[in-house]
């Protein structure tokens, strides 16, 4: 079963940049997508960003189009989040997840999945 971890969360001024990371481990990470979500308080998980298993196809977000990238290193079984221009509204627990589907937009827009890990808290704020 494959398992991710999620990291490289923190504080961090308006403007500024932070990288995620979501390490996967027990199965390769070659046959799955891999999605970010994020959660803020009070409300419901929101699809920021997902790439397809041959890194060929990445979704982005409205809400962070032209400032985040997402990238996959299968060699490494590492997924990265690079997130610059952070905004207070970027705020919020980001979590990683897989999913068998070559539709990445359908992945990040609908979000359906059963359970979370416990993510990595990013705080955007002066």
């Known amino acids: 079963q494959l398992q991710l971890v999620e990291s490289g969360g923190g504080l961090v001024q308006p403007g500024g940049s932070l990288r995620l990371s979501c390490a996967a481990s027990?199965?390769?990470?070659?046959?799955?997508?891999i999605g970010w979500f994020r959660r803020a308080p009070g409300k419901e998980h929101e699809g920021v960003s997902c790439?397809?298993?041959?890194?060929?196809?990445?979704y982005y977000a409205d809400s962070v189009k032209g400032r985040f990238t997402i990238s996959r290193d299968n060699a490494k079984s590492t997924v990265y989040l690079h997130m610059n221009s952070l905004k207070p509204e970027d705020s919020g627990t980001y979590y990683c997840?897989?999913?068998?589907?070559?539709?990445?937009?359908?992945?990040?827009?609908?979000?359906?999945?059963?359970?979370w890990g416990q993510g990595t808290q990013v705080t955007v704020s002066a």
């Open positions: 997840q897989y999913d068998q589907t070559a539709n990445v937009r359908a992945m990040c827009e609908m979000g359906l999945f059963g359970s």
């Open positions: 027990g199965i390769t990470l070659d046959y799955f997508a």
């Open positions: 790439i397809s298993v041959d890194d060929g196809n990445a």
